[in-house]
């Protein structure tokens, strides 16, 4: 069984599906809060240790398809954005917007494993 911040999880899932969050921090000129979303991808998926679950099929994938689900969705999407556009581009970008979607589904289904553990 994989070790996985589900803080961590939590936490990038919040900025992977909130477009005003996106909007002020990946357009940032430094003086307010900065991220990309690389940094927020990378949050999500490899700082908290959710991809090495995701790969070796952990535990909880079995007992929660949903949350499985909603994770491969939303990691599909993630291999379609360009992540070398402009960060103005990337806000209006299709994937992006649902990479938003599948953020907060993903995020629901993490809240009601969370609830249950």
Do not use: Y
């Not at 940032?28 to 679950?53: H, K, N, P, R, Y």
């Amino acid at each position: 069984m994989a070790k996985v911040d589900w803080e961590l999880v939590a936490s990038g899932l919040s900025a992977l599906s909130d477009r005003e969050f996106q909007s002020t921090s990946w357009l940032s000129s430094g003086e307010e809060s900065v991220s990309s979303i690389v940094e927020d991808i990378c949050q999500t998926f490899d700082d908290s240790g959710l991809s090495d679950a995701m790969s070796l099929d952990d535990a909880i994938f079995a007992t929660h398809r949903e949350l499985q689900s909603a994770l491969d969705s939303l990691s599909s999407v993630i291999d379609k954005i360009n992540l070398d556009q402009d960060p103005r581009q990337l806000i209006d970008d299709p994937h992006v917007h649902e990479m938003r979607v599948l953020s907060d589904r993903a995020l629901h289904e993490l809240r009601k494993v969370r609830a249950l553990l």
